[in-house]
Nanobody, 125 residues
Framework: QVQLVESGGGLVQAGGSLRLSCAAS????????MGWFRQAPGKEREFVAG??????????ADSVKGRFTISRDNAKNTDTVYLQMNSLKPEDTAIYYC????????????????WGQGTQVTVSS
């Protein structure tokens, strides 16, 4: 069982930066693939970034490549995955969700079993 809690969202001007965090609980966090998704009003939830169990492989949606960076810290007592977001645009406004999966990195919702409650990111123009 893995529980996920996101933090770090907020209001930022276009061109600014935010760093989202996702704190995980569960003894097997280090073996899980992690992903970030987002959902804007009236739109479907979409893949943003994913990272494999040891951080050796990362994947990004085309819309965020070069601007967002996913990373993770598997150290004991600090099981956390991060999403560094730079050069933010108004179209990045959404609720951002952290997700965990015991398999390989997936870019679809169905590849993740555990989900956080989400954190709101609002980018003003």
């Amino acid at each position: 069982q893995v529980q996920l809690v996101e933090s770090g969202g907020g209001l930022v001007q276009a061109g600014g930066s935010l760093r989202l965090s996702c704190a995980a609980s569960g003894r097997t966090f280090s073996s899980y693939t992690m992903g970030w998704f987002r959902q804007a009003p009236g739109k479907e939830r979409e893949f943003v970034a994913g990272i494999n169990w040891n951080g050796g492989s990362t994947y990004y949606a085309d819309s965020v490549k070069g601007r967002f960076t996913i990373s993770r810290d598997n150290a004991k007592n600090t099981d956390t995955v991060y999403l560094q977001m730079n050069s933010l645009k108004p179209e990045d406004t959404a609720i951002y969700y952290c997700a965990a999966n015991s398999g390989t990195v997936s870019t679809t919702l169905y590849g993740y079993r555990y989900w956080g409650q989400g954190t709101q990111v609002t980018v003003s123009s």
